[in-house]
């Protein structure tokens, strides 16, 4: 499975790693998570941990963008933890689509990622 999400419990953090190449069927199981955290907490931080990751195809790109569009300020800050840069400058990428604080971590540096993601 591409994409595995780790429940927030009592937390409005949420953790998905994800590996392989996303498709659209992903969001399936990905966005209901995101509405019940949404309401749960309101406002949600995100620790992205991609492992071996491909990318998206189309169809999975037009979901993530949706996503984006409708979640545009509910996301206060996104962890992206990767291992290469192209990884990094999709995290670059990424910050006109949200206004959330986006900062990436290489892998060596998960605890810094959790700390970071958690604080405040």
Do not use: N
Not at 48 to 74: I, N, P, R, Y
Not at 85 to 95: L, N, R, S, T, V
């Amino acid at each position: 499975m591409p994409v595995e999400i780790v429940p927030a419990g009592t937390s409005k953090v949420m953790e998905v790693h994800i590996t392989g190449k996303l498709v659209k069927e992903d969001y399936i199981q990905f966005v209901p998570a995101i509405e019940a955290l949404l309401k749960q907490h309101g406002k949600f931080r995100i620790l992205v941990e991609m492992h071996d990751f491909h990318g998206w195809t189309g169809a999975a790109f037009w979901e993530d963008l949706k996503l984006d569009v409708k979640h545009f300020s509910d996301i206060e800050r996104i962890a992206m933890v990767g291992e290469s840069k192209w990884q990094h400058g999709m995290a670059i990428f990424c910050k006109p689509f949200t206004t959330a604080q986006i900062r990436y971590f290489d892998h060596s540096q998960m605890d810094a990622a959790r700390g970071w993601i958690s604080e405040g």
